[in-house]
């Protein structure tokens, strides 16, 4: 399952890292680690967490670690994957063929649909990311969000 991380991918996980350790704590637990590959536009269930932690040494992983653990244990998603989930999730939701939808309806999306939606706070993470001047999301935009 090793794969090598580009080094914006690096840096794009460091960057989820900062926004899901709030409390500027410097390590995260399991959940925190899944809003990490959330937010970089991996989807993982809650049953795939607990294989990539099965044989870790801890629950916790800190900032410096996290990279190295995403590359050793977990099979990302490819880009083209990524923008082919968003582009169905958006379909159900975009009435006008714009891809553009509101926030709240991204919000919808994010925690009721999917085979393990997320919770509020999860997607209050993803969403504290989008443009802060506009209550609409963009596909393209998230796109580029999750292929940072």
Avoid: W
Wanted: net charge negative.
């Amino acid at each position: 399952m090793a794969q090598k991380l580009s080094e914006s991918l690096k840096a794009a996980i460091r960057d989820a890292f900062d926004k899901v350790d709030v409390d500027r704590r410097g390590h995260v637990d399991r959940g925190g680690a899944r809003e990490v590959l959330q937010l970089i536009g991996q989807n993982p269930t809650r049953e795939e967490m607990g294989a990539y932690f099965k044989e870790a040494v801890s629950d916790v992983l800190d900032r410096d670690a996290i990279a190295d653990f995403i590359e050793q244990r977990v099979s990302l998603k490819s880009q083209m994957a990524i923008n082919e989930d968003i582009a169905e999730a958006f379909a159900k939701f975009d009435t006008n063929d714009q891809f553009v939808i509101s926030k709240v309806d991204f919000r919808e999306i994010l925690t009721k649909l999917g085979d393990e939606p997320l919770t509020e706070a999860e997607a209050a993470s993803i969403i504290e990311c989008l443009d802060k001047s506009s209550d609409k999301v963009k596909v393209s935009d998230l796109s580029k969000l999750l292929s940072a």
